[in-house]
């Protein structure tokens, strides 16, 4: 369950800091949050897919970990990206 690479462009459009700017916590944490939002609608009707649940958790604990690491290096910076993902904390 990935996202179309015209969907990953949008994202790293919308959450980027500049022009050149991929790989910046937020940006990943986007990414990583489209990811597990289409992952979680699989598992609702595809309860018993174990694999799927093991990645699903794997995903959900490197955003938490890219979470964490942004709210040690600047806090406003953390606390604007759950706000725009809608991400409860």
């Known amino acids: 369950?990935?996202?179309s690479a015209e969907r990953k462009q949008a994202l790293i459009k919308e959450y980027a800091a500049g022009a050149n700017d991929?790989?910046?916590p937020e940006v990943q944490v986007a990414i990583l949050t489209e990811r597990i939002n289409n992952l979680t609608a699989h598992m609702r009707s595809n309860?018993?897919?174990y694999s799927t649940r093991r990645g699903l958790l794997a995903m959900v604990s490197r955003r938490r970990r890219l979470l964490d690491y942004l709210k040690k290096i600047d806090q406003q910076r953390y606390l604007d990206a759950i706000g725009r993902l809608g991400i409860r904390k």
Request: hydrophobic share 20%.
């Open 47 to 49: 309860s018993k897919d």
């Open 22 to 24: 991929t790989g910046s």
């Open 1 to 3: 369950m990935s996202i």
